[in-house]
Each structure stands twice: as structure tokens, then as C-alpha cells.
């Protein structure tokens, strides 16, 4: 099968507006052109597939199996980094009590475990500390790091937390605690009082740190680890009865934070990724076999599963939970103990679920009512501020916009607000922008997501300033926003072993998006409604074969009612992903439905 490639900004099989209204666009522009004007074939699918996700045409071998051996840079390269180690090891061998101090969130609680356990191995038991989401909300707050030196802690490690923290360290710095932050959101100009600050995102790093801001806390916590166990190395620490970490068993603590923090899967993030599947795969640490047998998880997992599976049940505790689960869970050397986490997680998952679509229904009957914001900024009394971010990323796929969630506390005249952002729209330096002009209490964040607390009193003026300020970059990135495409095929060419091939150039996530591929012309077959709000059919084509394909929780849309009751005599063309379908006998691939066109 020989995938049909055009010029970037031809639109795919003549679609201009799809039945979303959307144009159908090769992925890419980098495909050297031959003298006919038609893309040169020379490279295979996988090259293709590399190629327009900006690899350059010389370093196709490093990206297409990438290690860390060809990805990870050299810890000392980043500010802070060999002074974060050695106060560490300084700790270490002094037999200090150090607390790791994680964000309740999956990139948090990996973060934290990573260190606890890379400490455990370096022969010291550190304790670790997760705020409650309710009660103390995000970040660390000076009370609780004080409190944690009144017990004994001589040094505290934030992980996933603690860039903006200028208030907490002071007071940290105050009762003579050290305070090593290890972060990657956004930082200010001026830095809070810590003994090291380890963050990508710095303002004064090298270019070469600066291009790893996409790591997840947890990616940043590793380079960390490494910088440690190479310290106490120089200092004679390991021997026979104390033997090195194996450091590369706690990548698949880096996978599962990365992919949950939506982080860009590219460059090392990919690395990460790639190789921490494998050692997921191995199911060698107890709490994460007993997450993926919760999860009903019995294949090797894939990068989706992070996402959509183990993720969401580690996030669960500290939405709804016990904010600690997460990193209990990651770090026990008990079966039991495990397994009794991972069920606890999993029901705590399912209330998740039912209190987000209560929430969710109602942030939507509000975006209805919205006038022409470039950011809906949605709030209500008694929304649970453990799904608000969830609910946040619903909304901005409904409206295509950046989205902003709010849980409002009546009694206190504050809300807890998380918002999600589209790709082009820098939502975290808008809110930190926001702050500084004192429409917030607090707030800050990445690109692609955010937090705040604001006074109710300030709500109008700060969804006014954030349309201000966002409106002209919303426009051109929803001017950008196409159906981007690999391949176009005919039903013949959708097959297992095209599946195999286009997984070959994953893992795939944010950054680095999974290919999807056009199918056509068809015509529907069967359809009907399955579940809630999903549609499935079979659709055959010219060449006289059939397929499934599923467009989940689209039934009540215009591309579901279109496929579903106005398919008649018409042919169509189908865009999405392919994927396994195992339940048959044989494996067979089916498409999973994004977008569609009417083929004449």
C-alpha cells in the first residue's frame, strides 16, 4: 500500500469544509518535491511520518527509536542542578530528615515517588508530604513547611510545585529549613529564596536547558536523580554492600507523569515515554501491576493508557480522594497494600466521573449562553474544584477555544478557577499576566494549562482582560486549525499491518500527534447508536471492502446525525485513527471517526 502524499497546502481529496467545517490538510510542509509538483516517495510510511512532525531529513535514525542515550543532555547543563544534588547528598550522608513535598496531581505524585524511591535506593528513607486539593489548595504554603521543620524535616524537596512559592520559602527560610525546588511552570524574572531551583523554564537557563521547558516535573526530577547518583558516585557512596540505583527502572514513573501532564511528546519526552513502556511492560513495580489490573489492563500498555486509564485513577485521589493515595501506591513494597490502593482508586475514579458530568452538564448550558468570548470563563456554586480542570478540557474541544472552569465559594467570596488551553494560545503566561495586574489572588501555569484563585468580585474584569489579551492569538490559531492527515487510502489498504506501521513512529501524544489517515470513498452500510453517545458503522468501498469504525460520543452531533440518518445514496470520505480491533477471532483494523466529507 503506497500512501498518497500532495503539497502542504493542498486540500486533501477536495475537501475544503468537511461536515465539522473543517479543511482537510496534509500534516507537514517539510516533503522534499519532485519537478512534477508530487511528493518524492524515496522515504518510507515511518520517514514520511517523522518527516512532518519536524524531524529533519538527517536525523531520521536518532527520532525514530529514541533512546536516552541519544536524547538526554547532561544534567549539569541546567541552573541549580549540581547544587540541588550535592546539598542533597550532603543530607544523605549526614542522615538528615528530608521530605519530598509533591503536587496532588499524577505528575506530583510521580515526581514524589520518583525521589522517594531513588533515595530508598541511595540507602535513606525520606518521608514525603501531598496537600490536600481542598484544604490547602495548590503549591506550598508556608505553614505547612514550617510545620514540616517543627517535625524534624532538615531539608524539604518540591516537586511539581514551588516556582512562584515566594511567601511559603520565605517563611521556610526563616525557621532554617533548606528548601530545594524541582519545577517546570512558568517562572517570574525574580526567584523565591530557595537553596536550588531546578526548572527548565527558568529565565536565565542556557539555550540548551531552555529547550527541554516541555519536560513534565517528573522528567525534570529524573535529570535530578541522575545528577545525585552521579555526586555520591564522586564521593565514594556506592561500593558492594551499597550498590548504585538502577536509575532506568523508574522510567516508567516518568511515562505515566509525563503522558497524565499532557507534556510535549517530543525530543526527550519521547525518549522517556518509549522506553518507560517497556519497563511498564515488565510489571516489576507492585503498585503499578496492581493500577493496570484495576484497570482491567492485561496487554503491554500503550501511551493512551497513561492517559486515559492508570492516569485518571491516580489523579482520582487527589481530586476527590485522599490527596497521599497516588504516592502510596507508587511507592509500596506490599501486594496487599497495593492492590487495596488500586481498588480505592479505582471507585474513587467512578464518583470522579459521575460528580464531572454534573459539572460538565452545566459549564456547557452556560457556554451556550455566552456572548462571542475568545476565552468562556464558566463558574458556579458548588462545582467540586477536583474535576474543574477535566471539565475545563471538555469544554475547550466543544468550542474549540481555551477554556477557563471555576468552582465558587460563597462563603469565602473566592473561587478556584483551572483552565485548558488550544495549541498557538498561551493560556499560563495570560494568567500570570493576570496576577501581576491583580486580578488574581494567585495563578500560573504552562502554555497549555493553568490554575487561579480569584475574588468573585474581580470575575468580570478578568474574563474581560483575558479576552483582551488572547482574542487576536484565538483568532489565528482557529484560522490554523485543520483536519491535518497522513494518508488516504481505500477501505483495501486499512489493514493490521498498517496499524503496525504507523505505531512504529510513537509513542504519540501532544507534540507529537498520531497519525490520522482518510478513507474513501465509502458508503454506510450499517450504523447505529452504542453506549452513550457513540456511534458505530460498517462502510464499504469501491473496491470491495468493508470495515468498522466508531465516532465516540458523537452521536448527537452534526457528524453523527449525518452519518447516522442522512447517508443514503450518498458516498463519503472518513478521517480518523486506526486501531486494533482484537474482539474477532482475527485481529482486523478499524477507524476510529474524527471528521468526514461528503465524496460527491
Not at 551499597?242 to 505515566?256: C, T
Not at 468501498?541 to 465516532?551: L, M
Amino acid at each position: 500500500m503506497t500512501p498518497s502524499f500532495a503539497p502542504p497546502l493542498a486540500h486533501v481529496l477536495g475537501v475544503a469544509h468537511s461536515i465539522t467545517g473543517k479543511a482537510w490538510r496534509w500534516r507537514g510542509g517539510n516533503m522534499a518535491l519532485d519537478d512534477g509538483g508530487a511528493n518524492s516517495l524515496e522515504h518510507s510510511i515511518l520517514d514520511q511520518l517523522l518527516l512532518t512532525r519536524g524531524v529533519p531529513a538527517d536525523d531520521l535514525a536518532r527520532h525514530a527509536r529514541p533512546t536516552l542515550r541519544e536524547f538526554l543532555p547532561d544534567p549539569s547543563a541546567f541552573q541549580d542542578m549540581d547544587a540541588a544534588a550535592e546539598r542533597i547528598a550532603r543530607a544523605i550522608q549526614a542522615g538528615e530528615q528530608i521530605t519530598i513535598y509533591g503536587d496532588y496531581d499524577v505528575d506530583g505524585a510521580t515526581s514524589a515517588a520518583l525521589l522517594v524511591e531513588t533515595l530508598r535506593m541511595c540507602g535513606t528513607q525520606a518521608g514525603y508530604y501531598i496537600p490536600d486539593r481542598l484544604l490547602e489548595g495548590y503549591g506550598p504554603s508556608g505553614e505547612a513547611l514550617v510545620r514540616l521543620a517543627e517535625q524534624g524535616s532538615q531539608l524539604i524537596v518540591t516537586v511539581d510545585c514551588g516556582a512562584m512559592a515566594f511567601e511559603a520559602l520565605t517563611m521556610a527560610r526563616e525557621v532554617g529549613v533548606d528548601v530545594i525546588v524541582v519545577d517546570h511552570h512558568k517562572c517570574a524574572p525574580e526567584l523565591p529564596p530557595a537553596a536550588a531551583l531546578v526548572n527548565p523554564n527558568r529565565l536565565d537557563e542556557s539555550d540548551l536547558a531552555a529547550s527541554h521547558g516541555h519536560l513534565a516535573a517528573v522528567g525534570v526530577a529524573f535529570l535530578l536523580a541522575i545528577a545525585l547518583v552521579r555526586t555520591l558516585r564522586g564521593q565514594g557512596w556506592f561500593g558492594a554492600a551499597r550498590p548504585e540505583p538502577d536509575l532506568m527502572s523508574l522510567l516508567d514513573l516518568v511515562a505515566l507523569g509525563t503522558v497524565a501532564d499532557v507534556a510535549a511528546l517530543h525530543g526527550l519526552n519521547r525518549a522517556f515515554v518509549a522506553q518507560g513502556l517497556k519497563v511498564l511492560a515488565r510489571r516489576e513495580r507492585i503498585g503499578m501491576a496492581a493500577l493496570m489490573d484495576a484497570s482491567r489492563l492485561t496487554r503491554a500498555p500503550q501511551a493512551s493508557d497513561l492517559g486515559f486509564a492508570l492516569g485518571p485513577r491516580i489523579n482520582a485521589g487527589g481530586r476527590i480522594g485522599e490527596s497521599t493515595l497516588g504516592v502510596r501506591l507508587l511507592t509500596t513494597c506490599d501486594p496487599q497494600e497495593a492492590r487495596e490502593i488500586a481498588a480505592q482508586l479505582s471507585r474513587l475514579n467512578d464518583e470522579r466521573r459521575a460528580i464531572e458530568a454534573e459539572v460538565q452538564s452545566e459549564a456547557e448550558a452556560q457556554l451556550e449562553r455566552l456572548g462571542n468570548l475568545a476565552v468562556p470563563v464558566l463558574a458556579g456554586h458548588g462545582w467540586h474544584p477536583g474535576v474543574i480542570g477535566i471539565v475545563a478540557g471538555r469544554i475547550k474541544e466543544k468550542a474549540g477555544l481555551p477554556a477557563i472552569v471555576i468552582a465558587l465559594d460563597e462563603a469565602e467570596g473566592i473561587g478556584k478557577g483551572s483552565g485548558r488551553s488550544i495549541s498557538g494560545v498561551d493560556l499560563g503566561a495570560a494568567i500570570i499576566a493576570a496576577r501581576e495586574a491583580g486580578l488574581l489572588v494567585a495563578g500560573g501555569g504552562h502554555a497549555m494549562a493553568a490554575g487561579l484563585t480569584i475574588a468573585v468580585a474581580q470575575m468580570s474584569a478578568f474574563t474581560e482582560f483575558l479576552h483582551d489579551r488572547l482574542a487576536r492569538d484565538v483568532e489565528r490559531a482557529r484560522m490554523a486549525q485543520a483536519m491535518q492527515l497522513d494518508l488516504s487510502l481505500a477501505p483495501g489498504g486499512l489493514t493490521p499491518d498498517l496499524v503496525t506501521t504507523l505505531e512504529a513512529a510513537g509513542p504519540y501524544g501532544v507534540g507529537w500527534p498520531a497519525p490520522r489517515v482518510a478513507v474513501g470513498p465509502v458508503r454506510i452500510i450499517k450504523a447505529d447508536i452504542v453506549g452513550t453517545d457513540h456511534l458505530r458503522l460498517i462502510a464499504g468501498g469501491n473496491d470491495g471492502r468493508s470495515f468498522k469504525a466508531v465516532a465516540f460520543r458523537a452521536a448527537s452531533t452534526e457528524l453523527g446525525q449525518t452519518l447516522l440518518h442522512r447517508h443514503q445514496g450518498r458516498r463519503f470520505h472518513l478521517a480518523g485513527r486506526v486501531k486494533i480491533d482484537d474482539w474477532g477471532s482475527r485481529p482486523a483494523a478499524e477507524l476510529h471517526i474524527e471528521d468526514a466529507a461528503f465524496a460527491d
